[in-house]
């Protein structure tokens, strides 16, 4: 289907609205997120972390029948854009959290706001469903937005939990959706990871940030 040209915007008008957009997106690119990927070579990027959601969401949407698997996807692939101007809050920093919402909102305004008004409206549609996570679909992307940081923290022997002090407790509370909401084999997955990592070792204990002797044992 054509989407409608605005009344007063020209095809000329709206294609650079929409390129617009799409070049500052490519500022995800170099926003850093805290987990490192699989092999602990570097901390992954939040346009990478994106583009693996949505892979996730192809591979473990089996798990939610019935899911609009689609829309799960498009949530993965925007969810993080506001990070451009507001940045990476870390999910285990409670102080940056006390004004996340505020920010991101913020920077959605700014962002989205570049497309023409009805992507413009689609789109930022699409990132506060998946802030809700009242819809199947949103809830599946929430889930996999977990599980994913979860899997690359446990391959890269919870370097990132260790350097930030972060406790098995705390990885816990952050799946809560899972445990609560989500499918029981992918909670039954957290309960296995989590429990794996505690006997590693790969948690915290102290809930203190490792020291740098700790780090190189």
């Not at 709206?14 to 092999?39: P, T």
């Not at 602990?40 to 972390?49: F, L, Q, V």
């Not at 957290?190 to 990592?197: H, T």
Request: net charge negative; with cysteine; aromatic share 8%.
């Amino acid at each position: 289907m054509t989407t409608p040209i605005e009344p007063d915007q020209t095809p000329k008008q709206r294609l650079d609205r929409q390129i617009r957009f799409l070049l500052e997106i490519d500022k995800l690119k170099s926003i850093s997120r805290q987990n490192f990927l699989a092999d602990s070579s570097r901390r992954e990027d939040s346009a990478e972390h994106s583009w693996h959601l949505a892979v996730y969401v192809l591979i473990l949407a089996e798990y939610f029948p019935g899911v609009d698997i689609a829309r799960a996807i498009k949530m993965t692939l925007l969810h993080d854009v506001v990070e451009i101007d507001a940045g990476d809050t870390f999910a285990y920093d409670e102080v940056a959290y006390l004004d996340k919402d505020e920010r991101e909102q913020a920077a959605a305004r700014r962002i989205f706001d570049l497309l023409p008004p009805d992507q413009a409206a689609e789109m930022r549609g699409l990132w506060e469903e998946f802030e809700a996570i009242e819809t199947p679909a949103a809830l599946c992307a929430a889930v996999v937005d977990r599980i994913q940081p979860l899997a690359l923290n446990h391959a890269s022997q919870g370097r990132m939990w260790q350097e930030h002090g972060v406790t098995a407790d705390q990885v816990r509370k952050r799946n809560k959706v899972t445990f609560e909401r989500g499918p029981a084999q992918l909670a039954a997955y957290v309960d296995e990871v989590i429990a794996e990592a505690t006997r590693l070792g790969n948690f915290s204990r102290s809930g203190a940030p490792a020291t740098e002797r700790e780090k190189q044992q």
